[in-house]
């Protein structure tokens, strides 16, 4: 999401640069509530107001860049899914690269998952994930429609499973700081989630 000044002049990219670093560096190692304005001011050496210029408050600086990396993610699982016409493995295929995209990004998985209160951010638009979640979603009903997924249950259900079990993994992850890849088992995980969302009419099919 790109942020403009009141003169609707784009911000510097180096600038934008220092702010994202501080703010992957401060919001991924501190609570949210100990991060203010001019913590963030004083570590990247611009001053408080140019940041007011920009970013009317801690949260749309945040969320401004949440929303960029999600964006990141969404065009990271657009280019992995090209080309591939099997529904069940695209669905495994989005779940290895969501894991794969925060394995190599704990920082910015830390304040998804776990340093953002869940009330403050449902307040942002950024917290639907639109892009990310509709093609997901899409991706789930294209499986109700040709008879992979089960037609009874609606598509945003199956997406908040996958979701929920891909967040406690994650989870999981962050906070036993566990050493072994977060990828290592998403082909388990993935059967598992299968086994809950696939058609029950072809569970006994050959």
């Known amino acids: 999401m790109a942020q403009v ?20 560096e401060l919001f991924s190692s501190k ?14 050496g611009i001053g408080l107001n140019t940041i007011y210029l ?3 408050s801690k949260e749309r600086l945040l969320f401004s860049f949440v929303d960029e990396w999600i964006r990141q993610l969404d065009s990271r699982l657009e280019e992995h899914l090209q080309g591939m016409a099997d529904v069940k493995e695209k669905i495994r295929k989005t779940i290895w690269v969501i894991l794969d ?3 190599k990004n704990p920082d910015i998985a830390t304040i998804v998952i ?10 942002d638009s950024t917290f639907k994930q639109k892009d990310l979640s509709m093609r997901i979603i899409d991706l789930l009903r294209e499986g ?43 082909n388990m995980y993935f059967d598992i989630i299968w086994r809950a969302i696939e058609n029950p009419g072809n569970k006994h099919v050959a």
């Open 5 to 24: 000044t009141p003169a609707n002049k784009p911000l510097n990219p180096e600038t934008k640069t220092r702010l994202e670093a501080v703010v992957k």
């Open 101 to 103: 995209f925060y394995e």
């Open 54 to 56: 920009y970013y009317e």
């Open 31 to 44: 609570d949210f509530h100990q991060v203010n304005m001019r913590h963030i001011a004083q570590k990247t």
């Open 114 to 123: 776990m340093t953002v209160p869940f009330k403050t951010w449902m307040t």
């Open 144 to 186: 109700q429609k040709n008879g992979k997924l089960d037609p009874g249950v609606p598509a945003e259900v199956m997406f908040d499973i996958v979701y929920g079990v891909i967040h406690r993994l994650v989870y999981i992850w962050l906070y036993l700081k566990k050493k072994e890849a977060l990828t290592l088992d998403a």
